[in-house]
């Protein structure tokens, strides 16, 4: 390696360093979807939700979706699936400290932000 090479290497993992300190926005608590359970109801809210949090997660998300067809004619709910799981993952990175993203404890078709119970 050169010294050039190296240089460069070192930018960029001071870059990445840089990159991995920066703060993701968190939720308020509360709700995001309420009265259905329905792919097709809870996944526009989730994306709605994940822009205002995450816009380049987001567009990475419907990015992958679309390009391999989605909503398509194929196995709709088995892809439905795979982006709820995909949707509440990075929507449970943004969960404010002590709460997850999730169904409510008392109302599994209330799906928001809560708190962690005590066991």
Do not use: C
Request: proline share 7%.
């Amino acid at each position: 390696m050169d010294s050039k090479e190296i240089a460069r290497t070192m930018l960029d993992e001071q870059e990445a360093y840089r990159e991995s300190q920066i703060e993701k926005p968190m939720a308020e608590p509360g709700s995001a979807s309420w009265g259905t359970m329905r792919p097709e109801d809870l996944i526009p809210k989730f994306l709605d939700k994940l822009e205002h949090l995450d816009k380049d997660r987001h567009d990475e998300i419907v990015g992958n979706y679309i390009s391999i067809g989605w909503p398509g004619s194929h196995d709709r709910l088995d892809m439905s699936d795979y982006l709820l799981e995909e949707l509440f993952d990075a929507l449970n990175e943004h969960a404010p400290d002590g709460h997850y993203f999730g169904s409510h404890p008392g109302d599994g078709s209330d799906y928001g932000f809560w708190p962690f119970e005590d066991d």
